[in-house]
């Protein structure tokens, strides 16, 4: 079965600071990989999708930026932290199928000071 | 474009009792998968159950059913005899070809309870 590993689980940082967030997948290739944020007792909001290897669309503009370097790593940036980037980040991936469930990775809990 | 509307942002229940939480959804896909997650205050997204477009059945998991109506495209989760764990989030999600197979979330429902 899949498996994603995210880190760190949390995450203290000072606006205009940098950011990168890491998310790996063990148990399947060729994944569509997703980054989601999810502001205190709201839903999930989607910020990139991948569908392969250098293949992101970015669904809401912002400071943030999203890359797949491999097939089973995304990664989610940001050169200058704004306090509003504060919230939960949760790296998914699942599979082409219709019918597949997505799997989550633990997520991040970003709080920029 | 897809569009998923979950209009109860709380819901309360007594232990025991059945509770169902409301899920509608806009796609002009003919072939569609929606799905429900649960999501604990702990963080982490645990998936409840799937139901395929085509599906002739409604599906069940256990304590958890779901009752698909698609004319009225709406794909409620009922939880038979709520446990004092059933506290948590619950989203829905959905996903279609149209959409890149794009998996988009609800604003989720925050179920809680009672002893």
């Known amino acids: 079965s899949q498996t994603i590993h995210q880190w760190p689980a949390t995450l203290v940082q000072p606006v205009g600071s940098p950011l990168s967030l890491e998310c790996t997948v063990e148990?399947?290739?060729?994944?569509?990989l997703y980054w989601y944020r999810q502001a205190a007792g709201r839903g999930l909001q989607l910020l990139f999708y991948?569908?392969?290897?250098?293949?992101i669309s970015s669904e809401v503009p912002q400071n943030l930026s999203a890359s797949r370097p491999q097939d089973r790593q995304f990664i989610l940036s940001s050169k200058k932290l704004l306090l509003s980037d504060s919230g939960f980040y949760l790296c998914?991936?699942?599979?082409?199928?219709?019918?597949?469930?997505?799997?989550f990775g633990q997520g991040t809990r970003l709080t920029v000071v | 474009a897809q569009k998923i509307t979950q209009t109860q942002p709380g819901m309360f229940v007594q232990e025991k009792e059945a509770v169902t939480l409301d899920c509608t959804y806009d796609?002009?896909?003919?072939?569609?998968?929606l799905f429900w997650y649960k999501q604990p205050s702990s963080g982490e997204m645990i998936f409840l159950i799937y139901?395929?477009?085509?599906?002739?059945q409604n599906a069940t998991e256990g304590r958890y059913s779901l009752n698909f109506q698609k004319a009225r495209k709406s794909a409620n989760l009922v939880i038979s005899a709520s446990q004092l764990g059933d506290s948590a989030m619950y989203f829905c999600?959905?996903?279609?070809?149209?959409?890149?197979?794009?998996?988009?979330f609800g604003k989720g429902t925050l179920l809680t309870v009672n002893p």
């Open positions: 148990g399947t290739s060729n994944p569509n």
């Open positions: 999600a959905m996903r279609a070809p149209g959409s890149n197979y794009k998996l988009t």
């Open positions: 998914a991936c699942q599979g082409l199928t219709l019918n597949t469930e997505a799997f």
């Open positions: 796609t002009s896909d003919p072939s569609y998968g």
């Open positions: 991948s569908i392969g290897i250098d293949q």
């Open positions: 139901q395929g477009s085509y599906d002739q």
